[in-house]
């Protein structure tokens, strides 16, 4: 749960956080907050002024090398609409390195600035708020689903879309544990056009045999139905619509990923959406689209419906970044920004609305969540005044309660890919200890590094949220072997298992331990050497290139042999755990030589 609390789980291309765990930033941010009980309802009490960055008087953070709300009016603003989307189920960045950004603490401590300058916020996300399906449980993807979708509601969200991560993740189950049990109170969910209940043709899977509309499938009894179609917001300065709809690109990935669900097209669901919103006693003046689409249908929306001011769509791509400013409608005199806030939660947009002679005028201001915006460990009962970290232990106090390690491991792992190759040895986990008996050298070395204590972090550093060393997404990278079988299950049944070691990038070794001198074995042993006569290179080389510049670096003539070593071990064994999220300085040439334990025993291991 360090790592990003968490994440679209990558097992397989393995995501989680980085092996670099006891790092000043966990000094500087952890220690000294301690942990008080989980409170199942949180307090709303505004942060004092002073606890947090004032933005609009931020003068030291910049974007896109202008001060925040610079070309913002000197006046209040009447409204401020705070835009996300496709958070992916990250509630915040692990703390294993800096710098990181997002995380639903650093968001709320945002709306706390600017609530206590008077200004009025309410939020719309355009959902995926569930993690993107992995190997991990479906159950954890519930839990924080339910815990994001409180701390929306803690935010002040109105409206959050649906997305293909929620239906993937089992949708009824999501809206079940937080809307059911929510009394249908805000933030209330958006996806106007889809269809449910649906039987399909057998010979034909796009002929829909049999369906339910989304009014009666989703119906609460004495209450709205669990999935609308819009909101309306009236109680502001600037009244407010949003309307919540799904394109055909995403409607045809959440149709192939359960054809249970349909969607109407938006040729007949956006006449019908906009007739609803302008047929109240109330006109909103702003009007939202949360769009679950491209940027290209965006833009044809835009142009066949210019009533909308905002459109909030997806992002494309992998791990897009958040555009510095909206997109315009494609009109020569364009009414609509097109708005996308990229992936995993880094980012907020905020939208200010100005009453004017004219009409609304729109300022927008993007947001990245850096380090700035963390809640001070000092004085304890401040940090903890803040809504959001309050959820979060209440989130890993559930996964330690309900043992989301040992469901992980009844029902999700899989054979290490030693196993799989030598099946008719007996290839399982042994710990690092045990390698130390022939291997003492390496032992030694390792027991120096940052890693044989990365266990010791999750139990002892990682306090904002605690109880990190029970939860699955956190464990993999700070014990041995987590997601295979006969890897780390718990600190009670493999104590040897804990702290990330040797066989985390050897692989299990009791096959090795058996039989040392077995040809199949020591090459399973470096996974990185794609040629067996391939080698390491040697410390001084290390540690020359990590004293260069990156710009110098192509300067120096490699031979292939090394260079392909260098990339399998960095992208197939260090960036398993050393990702972009959770280690974004990590650095190849510099790591290497940290952990560097080769040629300090001609014990005929390969790499030597």
Not at 424 to 438: E, T
Request: proline residues 7%.
């Amino acid at each position: 749960m360090v790592a990003y609390m968490r994440s679209p789980w990558k097992l397989g291309a393995r995501l989680t956080l980085g092996l670099l765990p006891v790092v000043a930033l966990f000094s500087m941010l952890l220690l000294g907050c301690q942990n008080k009980p989980a409170q199942t309802t949180p307090s709303t009490k505004l942060l004092a002024p002073s606890a947090i960055p004032d933005l609009t008087a931020a003068k030291e953070i910049k974007v896109g090398g202008r001060t925040l709300f610079s070309d913002w009016p000197k006046e209040k603003p009447d409204l401020v609409l705070m835009i996300t989307g496709q958070s992916y189920g990250f509630l915040s960045p692990c703390g294993c390195s800096s710098p990181q950004t997002g995380g639903l603490e650093r968001r709320f401590n945002v709306v706390q600035s600017l609530k206590a300058k008077g200004w009025d916020v309410v939020g719309v996300d355009v959902g995926d708020l569930a993690p993107v399906p992995g190997k991990g449980l479906t159950e954890q993807a519930v839990k924080k689903y339910t815990f994001m979708m409180k701390s929306l509601q803690a935010m002040g969200y109105v409206a959050v879309g649906v997305g293909l991560t929620e239906v993937q993740s089992d949708l009824l189950q999501l809206l079940g544990k937080f809307t059911l049990n929510n009394g249908g109170k805000q933030p209330i969910v958006l996806s106007g056009n889809m269809v449910a209940g649906v039987e399909r043709d057998k010979a034909d899977a796009t002929k829909v045999l049999k369906s339910t509309s989304r009014e009666e499938y989703f119906k609460i009894p004495d209450g709205r139905a669990m999935i609308d179609d819009v909101e309306l917001v009236t109680d502001k300065a600037v009244s407010l619509g949003v309307v919540g709809l799904t394109a055909p690109s995403i409607a045809s990935a959440i149709v192939e990923a359960n054809p249970t669900y349909d969607f109407e097209p938006l040729t007949t669901a956006l006449p019908k959406a906009v007739k609803k919103l302008n047929g109240g006693k109330t006109k909103p003046e702003l009007k939202v689209l949360l769009l679950q689409g491209s940027l290209i249908e965006a833009q044809q929306v835009a142009k066949d419906y210019p009533e909308f001011q905002v459109i909030i769509c997806t992002s494309d791509g992998g791990d897009s970044e958040a555009p510095l400013f909206p997109k315009l409608a494609p009109a020569e005199k364009p009414t609509t920004q097109i708005i996308q806030m990229g992936h995993k939660g880094k980012n907020v947009g905020l939208l200010g609305v100005f009453k004017t002679p004219n009409g609304l005028d729109l300022r927008y201001q993007l947001v990245p969540l850096g380090e700035e915006f963390l809640t001070p460990v000092k004085p304890v009962d401040l940090a903890m005044d803040n809504t959001v970290l309050q959820l979060l232990e209440g989130y890993t106090a559930e996964v330690k309660k309900d043992d989301l390690l040992a469901k992980y491991s009844e029902k999700v792992k899989s054979n290490h890919p030693t196993m799989v190759a030598n099946e008719k040895s007996d290839v399982k986990y042994i710990g690092s200890a045990a390698c130390a008996k022939c291997h003492a050298a390496e032992y030694a070395k390792w027991k120096e590094t940052k890693h044989s204590h990365a266990y010791e972090a999750l139990e002892k550093l990682a306090t904002r949220p605690s109880l990190r060393q029970f939860d699955p997404e956190c464990v993999i990278c700070h014990t041995v072997g987590f997601e295979y079988k006969t890897g780390f299950a718990s600190k009670e049944k493999t104590p040897e298992l804990m702290n990330n070691g040797c066989e985390n990038c050897h692989g299990p070794g009791s096959a090795h331990a058996a039989k040392p001198q077995d040809a199949d074995l020591l090459k399973a042993l470096a996974p990185w050497k794609l040629n067996r006569a391939d080698k390491l290179p040697t410390l001084e080389f290390l540690k020359k290139m990590a004293d260069l510049p990156e710009n110098e670096r192509g300067k120096i003539e490699i031979p292939n042999s090394l260079q392909r070593v260098v990339r399998a071990l960095d992208g197939q064994v260090c960036r398993k755990c050393h990702d972009l999220d959770n280690d974004p300085k990590f650095d190849i040439w510099t790591y290497l030589p940290k952990v560097y334990h080769s040629g300090l025993k001609d014990d005929g291991l390969p790499g030597k």
